[in-house]
């Protein structure tokens, strides 16, 4: 016995052997998560700033003037044209120099002081539907409140809002998104790399090699998937020391409870990793198995960038079988909301049981090989 | 470059795509159901929130704020209690989006006063999704202010947002606003997504694929048996994009129809326009993936770089992220992105019938992206089989 464990113990110092001296991809897999914590932290966001307005005024006089040098002096708004005809509209919309027309009626101030219902036309490019409504809604605000100053809505009845964005204040995408990264890293290293370090194996004949060595077949997937193991959590460290120290990205719970947890979401992805390496017949099976089988759904079907409040339902019922739908529920809870396994049980328990489903399924197709 | 061979070694190249079953898949079918998936998977859109409403004021305007906030079908009541520190735990249970806290007096306010506060408490774990709620909320509350303004005082029926009700006070200036979206009216978050998806799909084909096709002829050591023949570097790169454009040019062909089909995206412009920039977008990215294929020496390697290129070049193409919502020097990183230009100008000619003029900058830059590329992969692909 002691003799397997030393060989057990060989075995994976050769593993990390293999992964040490593959600089090229051990640079990508420690540079891309901080890269990504960098993109999202500076460069991502969904909300736009400035607002490129066009002004179609037919016939300027002292309201129009008004209205115009309210968005004009408001720093959300850049007016890009003014004209006198809505022609300018549709060629400027189409080569994308601007988001959003205001259009006055002709008299616009006569019609207000004879008080008849002055029109006033608001065109966005909604070709993207979130910024074009976001921006009408800019525009809007900025017209109530010149509306408001020349008493056309007297003394409305106002519902004041008072807004509370919970477990992310300023709802700052990065705090959301490191998380969710931990996931994607955890993935990629996981199930991606051992499917593929596995069917390379296979595919070049060394693991008929192994199979035949005195190493039972658990020692040798053991020793295959640990030094991943161990890449992955290092890995997780320093995502998550990037994200501490340059974004403040909070941490209000256990930092054990997330490591633990880790370790068990990566346990599901090797045993997924390990799984597809055995069906697989080639390398390049066996990565794009892996690509669209884990990365894919566990980026896009995870509600790690997009909820998955907003899928339909068919895909949102494909998302109960995604593992790091349930992980990202998990690593939210712990650094966002700073709750414990009181909350997150459920979550923990369906690992558990996905975890033990896959090993069962992996062990089981590695069987035939051995005959 | 020699036709003769270029001819025999194209045979070679298009026999081996399509007797490799997994390949075949990959260039025909996979773009169809990523297109499908993907189209759902990616967006912002938000269906409907889990709403607790803590109710403290038990009035029928309180009612009504809530009865608006459902029928809207954005907003789905789930329970309510006047427990603050219920509603709390069940958030933190993650099964409620959203509290809705009618403070004492909320009635008497308005009457009263004309104004009224109360609170909107969102999970901000989906940040996206709050930030939608968000508005919808807000846009609901404010026509239902209206409205209730309407029945406080029938004289001031007129709310910003744009009533109907006629006859307002003579003598008093009224603005009606009237909002309209172009290109999308309906704002269809996925006609918006589907041609950036398509950029990718054709992108994914056209980088990985080169980049592995060539590496696997590294790995398995049939490319120095290449290279010792009288074929030269150009007919030989020549013989390996040729056919991987090809077939990026038919997965855009088949990736445009079911965006036709399935997901109603009008195309407005010039399809022979979006043909001519793919031709000319693929040459850089195939370009890419020779270039790949010459740093890298494993698949596994291949597409680790691969992989993360285009994670990172995705990431920064505007596709999910408006790019004017960047800082600069992010904004001005998209101009040498040829993702950022092809997504652009796909969006631009589908969506708003963009014509050539309109996307010249788009297409000059493609044209430019796209030769530096190819002739720093070709370069590159000449020193190292020396």
């Known amino acids: 016995m002691a003799g397997r464990r030393s060989a057990l113990h060989a075995f994976m110092i050769k593993e990390m052997w293999h992964i040490l001296r593959d600089r090229q991809t051990l640079t990508i897999l420690l540079l891309l998560p901080l890269a990504m914590v960098v993109l999202f932290g500076y460069a991502l966001r969904n909300d736009v700033s400035d607002v490129r307005l066009i002004v179609v005024d037919p016939t300027p006089d002292h309201a129009t003037i008004a209205l115009r040098d309210r968005f004009a002096g408001n720093p959300r708004f850049e007016i890009v044209a003014t004209s006198r005809t809505g022609e300018v509209l549709e060629p400027m919309f189409r080569r994308g120099d601007a988001d959003l027309a205001l259009l006055f009626p002709p008299r616009f101030a006569q019609s207000l002081s004879d008080g008849v219902p002055t029109r006033l036309l608001l065109i966005g490019d909604a070709s993207d539907p979130n910024t074009g409504s976001t921006m009408a809604a800019y525009a809007t605000a900025v017209i109530a409140s010149y509306q408001a100053e020349i008493g056309a809505t007297g003394q409305a009845v106002r519902i004041v809002p008072e807004l509370r964005m919970r477990f992310n204040p300023t709802l700052a995408s990065v705090n959301l998104f490191v998380p969710g990264l931990i996931a994607l890293v955890l993935t990629l290293i996981t199930a991606l790399m051992t499917a593929i370090s596995l069917s390379r194996e296979k595919e070049r004949g060394t693991l008929e090699i192994l199979l035949v060595s005195p190493l039972h077949p658990w020692q040798i997937i053991l020793g295959k998937v640990m030094p991943y193991l161990l890449l992955a959590l290092g890995n997780v460290v320093t995502a998550l020391l990037a994200a501490w120290i340059v974004f403040h990205v909070p941490f209000r719970g256990s930092l054990t409870l997330l490591l633990l947890s880790s370790v068990l979401y990566s346990m599901v992805g090797l045993a997924l990793g390990v799984l597809i390496a055995a069906v697989t017949s080639s390398q390049r099976a066996a990565m794009l198995g892996a690509l669209v089988g884990t990365m894919l759904p566990n980026a896009l079907l995870s509600g790690m960038i997009f909820p998955i409040a907003s899928l339909p339902g068919w895909l949102r019922a494909v998302t109960y079988i995604v593992p790091a739908r349930w992980f990202i529920v998990i690593s939210r809870g712990i650094m966002l909301k700073g709750v414990g396994v009181a909350y997150l049980w459920k979550e923990l328990a369906v690992l558990s049981i996905m975890l033990a489903v896959l090993l069962i399924a992996a062990v089981r197709s590695f069987k035939p090989r051995l005959a | ?386």
């Open chain 2, 1 to 386: 470059m020699k036709l003769r061979a270029l001819r025999f070694l194209l045979r070679k190249e298009f026999l081996q795509i399509v007797r490799d079953r997994t390949i075949l898949g990959m260039l025909l079918i996979m773009p169809v159901i990523q297109l499908l998936v993907l189209a759902n998977a990616v967006t912002f859109e938000v269906k409907s929130a889990r709403m607790y409403v803590v109710d403290r004021d038990h009035g029928d305007m309180s009612r009504g704020v809530v009865t608006r906030l459902a029928a809207s079908g954005r907003f789905v009541p789930t329970e309510s209690s006047p427990s603050m520190s219920e509603a709390d735990k069940e958030m933190l249970d993650r099964r409620v989006d959203m509290i809705l806290v009618i403070p004492e007096g909320f009635e008497r306010g308005i009457v009263r006063d004309h104004r009224a506060p109360l609170q909107l408490v969102f999970n901000a774990e989906d940040g996206a999704a709050a930030g939608v709620m968000q508005s919808y909320a807000n846009a609901i509350l404010t026509s239902y202010a209206g409205e209730l303004g309407a029945e406080v005082n029938p004289m001031l029926a007129r709310s910003v947002s744009g009533g109907t009700d006629p006859a307002p006070m003579r003598g008093h200036p009224v603005i009606e606003l009237r909002r309209r979206g172009w290109y999308n009216s309906e704002l269809d978050y996925r006609q918006y997504m589907v041609p950036g998806i398509l950029v990718v799909l054709v992108t994914m084909i056209g980088t990985l694929l080169t980049a592995m096709n060539i590496v696997r002829e590294k790995e398995a050591g049939t490319l120095d048996q290449l290279n010792v023949t009288p074929i030269n570097r150009s007919t030989f790169i020549a013989a390996k994009l040729i056919p991987l454009w090809t077939f990026a040019m038919i997965d855009l062909a088949i990736g445009l129809v079911v965006a036709r089909f399935v997901f109603h995206v009008p195309m407005l412009g010039s399809l022979v326009l979006i043909f001519f920039a793919a031709t000319i977008y693929l040459v850089g990215a195939l370009g890419i993936g020779l270039w790949i294929s010459t740093v890298a020496e494993t698949q596994q390697q291949a597409m680790f770089v691969t992989f993360s290129l285009l994670m990172v070049y995705l990431l920064m193409s505007g596709l999910f992220t408006p790019i004017r919502g960047m800082p600069a020097w992010a904004q001005w990183s998209t101009e040498v992105n040829p993702i950022a230009h092809f997504v652009a100008l796909m969006r631009a000619v589908l969506l708003k019938g963009a014509r050539m003029r309109d996307v010249a900058s788009h297409l000059v830059a493609l044209a430019v992206i796209s030769s530096v590329v190819l002739s720093v992969a070709v370069r590159q692909y000449h020193k190292r089989s020396e």
